[in-house]
């Protein structure tokens, strides 16, 4: 199946402000998800992975989404799992790895999944033309947030909420994350159902479970953005020192 390009189709049934969601719950206002957003956190705190996901799409129907970079495909199979036919949304910067792109054409093959390929509002040829070859070198904050940050937020306007694959022991910016949270900037829950795993527990799943991954994590990239801004990392080094590596950044912006 053809990863499908960035729709900008509503998929839940609105009434002005008034969200109806899947399990009949109306959310009338942002003040009732994020008090939705706090009682789940509370609720969900300890709870496996499988019921977050299945709390997150009984509560939100089509109006959620998976988010991946296409590491590997963990959060992609207990989503897909739980609810076949889930959007997934891949960020097509234009500076992919040629395995990063395959696995995300895998991914579309292997799990019953929509994937929803978004591109920027600029090829890399334009983005060049306007601000200058090698951007990403030059401001990756900038770069990051063009290529990026502001795709993912003009089609996260199409759901509700999202899930990702976020964990606390990836950056220290994580740590404080909660298994649903209300996005403030974006005014919109985000769920994380396997924030309190480790990446012993994730290696496991990949081994018990046949989870598809990008060849690249066992050629030295544990972390796998932009092939401009990842490099291969050390034996036992921090995973994510590839990213952004000399330049002090950690994180793209979407999770920040």
């Not at 709390?55 to 199979?77: K, N, P």
């Not at 740590?175 to 396997?194: F, Q």
Request: hydrophobic share 40%; glycine share 6%; proline share 5%.
């Amino acid at each position: 199946m053809s990863p499908v390009v960035e729709s900008t189709a509503s998929r839940s049934t609105v009434v002005g402000s008034t969200v109806v969601a899947a399990r009949g719950l109306v959310l009338e206002d942002s003040e009732q998800m994020r008090t939705l957003a706090e009682q789940a956190a509370a609720d969900l705190a300890e709870a496996p992975a499988e019921e977050v996901i299945r709390w997150a799409t009984d509560t939100f129907g089509d109006r959620i989404c998976v988010t991946s970079s296409m590491t590997d495909a963990v959060i992609i199979h207990l989503a897909s799992a739980v609810k076949p036919g889930i959007d997934v949304v891949f960020l097509d910067t234009g500076y992919h790895f040629p395995e990063t792109i395959g696995t995300r054409d895998a991914v579309d093959v292997v799990y019953p999944v929509r994937m929803v390929n978004v591109i920027p509002s600029r090829t890399v040829a334009e983005q060049d033309a306007e601000l200058g070859p090698r951007l990403y070198g030059r401001n990756p904050d900038l770069c990051c947030y063009l290529r990026k940050v502001e795709p993912l937020e003009r089609t996260l306007k199409n759901y509700d909420a999202w899930i990702s694959g976020v964990r606390r022991d990836e950056t220290n910016s994580r740590r404080a994350s909660r298994v649903v949270e209300w996005d403030d900037r974006r005014e919109m829950v985000k769920v994380n159902p396997i924030v309190t795993w480790t990446e012993k527990q994730v290696d496991e799943f990949i081994a018990e479970q046949g989870v598809l991954v990008n060849p690249l994590v066992y050629d030295g990239y544990p972390s796998i953005g932009c092939a401009t801004c990842t490099l291969r990392v050390e034996p036992g080094a921090d995973p994510r020192s590839g990213r952004w590596a000399g330049t002090g950044k950690t994180e793209c912006g979407i999770h920040a």
